[in-house]
């Protein structure tokens, strides 16, 4: 199965995310996990790096960004039929040279933030995917989501986010917890972060598998 992360604007935690997805399947599923970094600031390579340096055990592996490389169409539709479950975070501005990814993935994970900036680039985006003729099951994640403030553009952006795929219910709430997120598991906090928005996003995942 192919899960991408994608937006069309770096921001609203997408790498971020994709870790702590990576590592939430990881640890209470069994499904074998691999990522990859196709973001051309290769954050989440670096940080994978950086913790296998320190001596720790992350949790999978991550293959990084590679300027020159170009994924051929048979080698995304492998992705999609292999065992594993492959994470994908690609760059906030998106290359040509990955838009087989967003064509092919099974489910297409787009973080986002009541902003103006982050809703047009997010409705810009989910426009894009539909000129592609994508095929995936959207999933748009409210992130970075603050309890008390009062979003003057929120019900008008659910409801224009659940015209197109699968608004999750539960948001992943303002969590200093997550900026020190590393490949290698969750904390208390950490988990208690995100386990309700992953428990939504793992039963699209299990209805997504082939019978």
Known sequence: MLITFGTQKGGPGKTTLAIALANYLSLFTDFKIKVYDLDFQRSL????????????NPLYEVIGHEEEKVYEMDEIKQLKDNESLNIVDLAGTLDD???????????????????????KATLVFVNLLGLMESEAMRV????????????????????????????????VYKRNCLQEI???GLNYKQKAA?????DEVLEIINEAIPA
């Open 45 to 56: 390579h670096k940080k994978w790096q950086e913790d296998l340096l320190l001596g720790l």
């Open 97 to 119: 040279k990955y838009s087989d990814f967003l064509i092919y993935s099974d489910i297409i994970i787009t973080p986002f933030e009541y902003s103006d900036i982050s809703l």
């Open 140 to 171: 748009f994640i409210r992130s970075r989501y603050d309890k008390g403030f009062g979003y003057r553009l929120q019900e008008e952006m659910d409801n224009e986010l659940m015209a197109y795929g699968k608004l999750i219910n539960h948001p």
């Open 182 to 184: 590393n490949t290698c």
């Open 194 to 198: 995100v386990k309700e928005t992953f």
